[in-house]
């Protein structure tokens, strides 16, 4: 009888998924099982319970690599590919195992057995299974940021109030109102600025000299404690030029790059608003575009100045030959990046670059995904019900909890005032309750449908963005796909959105080990002028 095979088994569950099939102990049940039936010896288990988000709070994952590499081990059991990696960086550590220590990966649930022979549609199916979670969980946190945006689109600001108002409490849901010693100075900050005769290091001093220093809570951590304590919040003149650029003061929200009605009482006027964005020099490029002889500028507004954050601003020269040629640089003239201009030609050559990685994303690529997708379907969508029944249940009883207040102040058993602190808590649980069960609702199957065709759309974005054609609508592709894209000493640095990030950086996983990056990026960055 053949000797077995040296293993270790990583069992792992999230605090958020313990359904029947997925807990610790059917995954030990079936490991167990599947060991014998392999003939591996089993010497050291982990069973985990990991609630953690951070792939770096990972202890015992951690723990198990430095094991397997100190004692030889020759195979890892898992249950499935999820319950091993929550990202890209474990995965990087399974592929230097694999690659550097010969060790063999069995996931259990879905028959797959990988090692540095595996041919490659079986490596494709765990990067896969990998992307699938990531993309799903994304998703889902998408979701419910949108419920929690449901306020901003009412009209309601869910953030910190900014200067001049201040967030409140009425009828137990947090809204904003008006600071009655900020306000007035804020209103004055914009009239006197609007003169063209005060800079933003005089308006700081006014205001610091009118309004005292507001104190806000901040928490430090002792040993085992979190401690709070209470610090002035200083009024710089970064605030000052964001207050003057903030549509937030003249009735309306900026969210995300777009403008929303708010509920909350304005400060100026619009014009008042459109007086100071004329003295600071900003205007929009639309309204530039009204002018006799105006030359297109379609980068305006892609890039920002990838060292003081300014936005990028466009200008047209025009040579002794007749022809004319469009530079872009930082707007600001304090800026050493405003010195730097570089010409749009070599601006579109570099995002040409940027879209070099989709040419790898291929029509077979592209199949596999989306039949990886349709195959994972019915597994998420259980996931789904078994969480919006948890919370249901919860809703439940949170609705008891306000009902039953409610029949204590009607007996005459609370005042007013005792009843709106005990029923804000249920109140904003049930807030939150709602929000999440609409972002589980939402992240179903016409959700990964949509994603399909995101997929399908990009794997042509390499060809359309080298077509001749109109640069105005390739900016609208540029926008979609570089998240963040700076402009630094003529050159481009940028992200990809999500999900692409992951899915172009799939090809790269095991260059990271080689280069001996210990801690490589999850996220796609590019940087052109790091490497010139």
């Known amino acids: 009888m053949s000797a077995k095979i040296k293993a270790v088994r990583f069992d792992r569950v999230s605090s958020a998924d313990q359904r029947d099939g997925y807990s610790l102990e059917a995954q030990r049940d079936n490991g167990t099982s599947y060991a014998q039936k392999a003939s591996l010896n089993v010497v050291k288990v982990w069973s985990v319970s990991e609630s953690a988000s951070k792939e770096e709070d990972r202890t015992e994952f951690f723990e198990m690599i430095d094991f397997v590499k100190q004692n030889k081990i020759e195979a890892v059991i898992f249950d499935k590919v999820d319950r091993a990696c929550r990202g890209l960086k474990s995965a990087v550590m399974i592929e230097e195992l694999m690659d550097y220590h010969g060790v063999k990966f069995h996931f259990t649930r879905e028959h797959l057995v990988i090692d540095k022979e595996s041919p490659p549609q079986e490596k494709l199916r765990f990067y896969l299974g ?16 949108k419920g929690i945006n449901a306020k901003l689109d009412a009209g309601i600001w869910n953030g910190k109030a900014p200067f001049g108002y201040k967030n409140v409490i ?20 914009f009239n006197l600025y609007a003169t063209g005769n005060y800079g933003f290091e005089e308006l700081t001093k006014i205001v610091s000299e009118k309004v005292p220093k507001r104190k806000r809570k901040k928490r430090s951590k002792k040993g085992d404690a979190q401690e709070s304590q209470i610090v002035e919040v200083e009024f710089t003149k970064r605030l000052v030029e964001e207050m003057i650029s903030n549509p937030f003061y003249y009735g309306m929200m900026k969210v995300k790059g777009t403008i929303r009605k708010g509920t909350h009482q304005a400060m100026i006027s619009k014009e008042l608003f459109d007086a100071c964005q004329k003295i600071r020099g900003i205007r929009a490029a639309n309204a530039l575009s009204t002018r006799k002889g ?15 954050d300014h936005a990028i601003t466009g200008e047209s020269v025009k040579k002794n030959s007749g022809k004319i040629y469009v530079y872009y640089r930082c707007a600001n003239q304090k800026c050493p990046q ?3 201009r570089v010409e749009q030609s070599d601006l579109f050559a570099q995002i040409k670059e940027a879209f070099l990685p989709f040419r790898k994303w291929t029509p077979k690529a592209t199949k596999a995904f989306i039949d990886m ?20 249940e919860a809703r439940i009883e949170l609705k008891k909890r306000i009902e039953a207040l409610n029949v204590f102040k009607n007996d005459g058993k609370l005042s007013q005032a005792e009843y709106d602190a005990a029923v ?11 929000a999440e069960i609409q972002a589980y609702q939402n992240a179903d199957l016409a959700t ?13 974005a390499y060809d359309y963005i080298n077509l001749n054609g109109n640069e105005l609508e390739k900016v609208k592709l540029i926008k979609a796909v570089l998240s963040n894209p700076k402009l630094k000493d003529r050159s481009i640095g940028y992200e990809y959105e999500k999900p692409l990030d992951v899915l172009l950086d799939l090809p790269t996983v095991p260059v990271w080990w080689r280069r001996g990056e210990l801690n490589p990026r999850p996220q796609v960055i590019h940087d052109k002028a790091l490497h010139s």
């Open 294 to 308: 105006f030359i297109p500028k379609p980068l305006m507004g892609v890039f920002t100045c990838g060292e003081c």
């Open 130 to 145: 990998i992307i699938l979670a990531k993309y799903y969980i994304d998703n889902l946190k998408t979701e419910i940021r």
């Open 448 to 460: 990964f449908q949509k994603g399909v065709q995101v997929i399908q759309l990009f794997q042509k």
């Open 373 to 392: 997708i349709h195959e994972s379907l019915g597994d998420l969508e259980l996931y789904t019900q078994k969480m919006t029944g948890e919370l249901a």
């Open 170 to 189: 009425v009828d137990g849901k947090s809204t904003i109102g008006v600071h009655e010693l900020e306000f007035p100075v804020g209103i004055e900050l």
């Open 424 to 434: 804000a808590v249920p109140m904003k649980l049930l807030e939150d309750n709602t």
């Open 338 to 340: 405003h010195r730097k």
